[in-house]
T-cell receptor, first 110, second 113 residues
Framework: DVKVTQSSRYLVKRTGEKVFLECVQDMDHENMFWYRQDPGLGLRLIYFSYDVKMKEKGDIPEGYSVSREKKERFSLILESASTNQTSMYLC?????????FGPGTRLTVT | SQELEQSPQSLIVQEGKNLTINCTSSKTLYGLYWYKQKYGEGLIFLMMLQKGGEEKSHEKITAKLDEKKQQSSLHITASQPSHAGIYLCGADSSGGGADGLTFGKGTHLIIQP
């Protein structure tokens, strides 16, 4: 079974803090994605990556950056967290057409 | 950009009844994905449709893509409590899914015993 894991299920951070959300997949997938999910807005794509050290902006990249130093790991970075980044963050990886999602990290910025 | 509209937004169905969820795209779909999400958790892949007129089934869930490839429906037969959750349709805008998916806002399904 494909497994996509995320470092935390719940996270509380203060405004202005630097936040790292980690995602690891164990199936050697090339494509990885970060989405955020908000009530009334649905899932929106933040960043994605085709391969190691490659990154592409999604629909809402502002306020975020990403890092992919190893194929299995894709990190989402909030350089200076703000309250409007309180959300559910979902990581996914893809081999052919199916995207496999992690369990999500619910981030609260106070 | 591509937009997906799901209807209804929420649905309360008595256990054992059938139900249908619809997903309409503003553009022709390369691929249409159906996912299920338990509240507060990640998404579980259900089915993917690519060809106009295609229909796929898994257990009691059937998904169809219309001939024009702009609308899909998800039908659950004889609903059970395990079917409760949020159903999301996702669209592939690049012809392979490598650029990520655009999602509808979801349909909340509640099954009443």
């Amino acid at each position: 079974d494909v497994k996509v894991t995320q470092s935390s299920r719940y996270l509380v951070k203060r405004t202005g803090e630097k936040v790292f959300l980690e995602c690891v997949q164990d199936m050697d997938h090339e494509n990885m994605f970060w989405y955020r999910q908000d009530p009334g807005l649905g899932l929106r794509l933040i960043y994605f990556s085709y391969d190691v050290k490659m990154k592409e902006k999604g629909d809402i990249p502002e306020g975020y950056s990403v890092s992919r130093e190893k194929k299995e790991r894709f990190s989402l970075i909030l350089e200076s967290a703000s309250t409007n980044q309180t959300s559910m963050y979902l990581c996914a990886s893809r081999l052919h057409y199916e995207q496999y999602f992690g369990p999500g990290t619910r981030l609260t910025v106070t | 950009s591509q937009e997906l509209e799901q209807s209804p937004q929420s649905l309360i169905v008595q256990e054992g009844k059938n139900l249908t969820i619809n997903c309409t795209s503003s553009k022709t779909l390369y691929g249409l994905y159906w996912y299920k999400q338990k509240y507060g958790e990640g998404l579980i892949f259900l089915m993917m449709l690519q060809k106009g007129g295609e229909e796929k089934s898994h257990e009691k869930i059937t998904a169809k893509l219309d001939e024009k490839k702009q609308q899909s429906s998800l039908h659950i037969t004889a609903s059970q409590p395990s079917h409760a959750g949020i159903y999301l349709c996702g669209a592939d805008s690049s012809g392979g899914g490598a650029d990520g998916l655009t999602f509808g806002k979801g349909t909340h399904l509640i099954i009443q015993p």
